[in-house]
């Protein structure tokens, strides 16, 4: 089937500095996109979705950027903290289908 | 929202033998989804537990390693059998949003086989 790729596996950012990570998609088919944070021992959490019809949205120290052209998503975390230290997987699905994830991206913030 | 309890949190296990994780959703839902994430990697779907039949499995994941049970619409459990190091992950359990909303999760359970 299709899936949902990362282009990096990890990243690391200091304290303070703005977070990208990215998500690349491939089923052109797919209406509705979620990103979650994923932190050691637990399991996957909600951090902000977009759905096809919009191509940015923002949330608390989040925003998620949706390039439907390039088929290419986006999370932006401001103002990075140690807290934000986790895996993040994007995840895409057409309404009523099962979501396909990403491989994920280690975010690593350093003091 | 819906929360989801599963247990166990985790487990060491010997080959060879099985080990049963329950799901438990705080809300009746019709549909339940049971995900592997092996080491370092990301999640995948095992399989589709529905309420008065039969689990439906996604290619490579078969009914005799990877057993479902979903006795009501608040609980679900999968069996891993006849274990080998190769099955050691997080096996998480999920509930969906129908509509344009996000999937739920446990906390999955880590197995690791010896």
């Known amino acids: 089937g299709e899936s949902v790729g990362l282009h990096l596996p990890t990243l690391s950012v200091q304290e303070g500095d703005n977070s990208i990570i990215n998500c690349a998609y491939s089923?052109?088919?797919?209406?509705?996109f979620i990103w979650y944070k994923q932190e050691s021992g637990k399991g996957p959490q909600f951090i902000i979705d977009?759905?096809?019809?919009?191509d940015k949205r923002q949330g608390q120290r989040v925003t998620v950027l949706l390039n439907k052209t390039v088929k290419h998503l986006s999370l932006q975390i401001a103002a990075t903290q140690p807290g934000d230290s986790a895996v993040y997987f994007c995840?895409?699905?057409?309404?009523?289908?099962?979501?396909?994830f990403g491989p994920g991206t280690r975010l690593s913030v350093l003091p | 929202s819906a929360v989801i309890s599963q247990k166990p949190s985790r487990d060491i296990c010997q080959r060879g033998t099985s080990l049963t994780i329950q799901c438990q959703v705080d809300?009746?839902?019709?549909?339940m989804f049971w995900y592997r994430q092996q080491p370092g990697q990301s999640l995948t779907l095992i399989a589709t537990?529905?309420?008065?039949?039969?689990?439906t499995y996604e290619s490579g994941f078969v009914i005799d390693k990877f057993p479902i049970s979903r006795p009501n619409l608040t609980f679900s459990t999968l069996t891993v059998s006849n274990m080998s190091p190769e099955d050691s992950s997080i096996y998480l359990c999920?509930?969906?949003?129908w509509g344009y909303g996000e999937a739920f999760f446990g906390q999955g359970t880590r197995l690791t086989v010896v």
């Open positions: 977009i759905r096809s019809n919009m």
């Open positions: 089923n052109s088919a797919s209406d509705y």
């Open positions: 809300s009746q839902v019709t549909m």
């Open positions: 537990a529905n309420q008065g039949s039969e689990a």
């Open positions: 995840a895409d699905r057409r309404y009523g289908q099962n979501f396909v």
């Open positions: 999920s509930v969906p949003d």
